[in-house]
């Protein structure tokens, strides 16, 4: 099954495509968790809340955002997607939306400290195939 690669590009005269299903889900969910939500004009509910920390607070001991202004309203970074109040649970409704090609889809984070660094993993089974799938990634936060 083929897809359309991203970022856009032209290969003998057309659009590129993808081969390799694997391939083009991993680009989708890499754009999904980098693009800031409510970011995009065509799709205001596309993107994921991660990449936005301004004004937000990270308490490092406990691997905890808190909202600056509502000082009550904490969220984990740490956690699976089962855990109704950690971001694993707000990027698992993010795929579940945005990638229908994934069933039984699972998320899970975790916050490194000592790299101040994010590593997510999202797991699932590729519906057309009915194979596993897994898709890491990294990143580093700043506060």
Request: hydrophobic residues 40%; charged residues 30%.
């Amino acid at each position: 099954m083929e897809s359309l690669a991203l970022p856009l590009s032209i290969r003998k005269g057309r659009f590129a495509r993808h081969e390799s299903i694997k391939d083009a889900i991993d680009e989708n969910l890499s754009m999904l968790i980098s693009t800031p939500l409510y970011s995009s004009l065509a799709d205001p509910l596309y993107g994921f809340v991660f990449t936005n920390f301004k004004f937000e607070m990270i308490d490092e001991r406990e691997g905890v955002v808190c909202n600056v202004s509502e000082e009550d309203d904490k969220k984990k970074i740490s956690g699976n997607s089962r855990n109704i109040n950690t971001f694993a649970a707000n990027l698992k409704d993010a795929v579940l939306l945005e990638e229908r090609r994934l069933g039984d889809v699972r998320v899970a984070m975790t916050y490194i400290r000592e790299e101040r660094a994010i590593h997510i993993t999202v797991s699932g089974i590729i519906k057309a195939t009915g194979e596993s799938y897994q898709y890491y990634t990294k990143f580093f936060i700043w506060n």
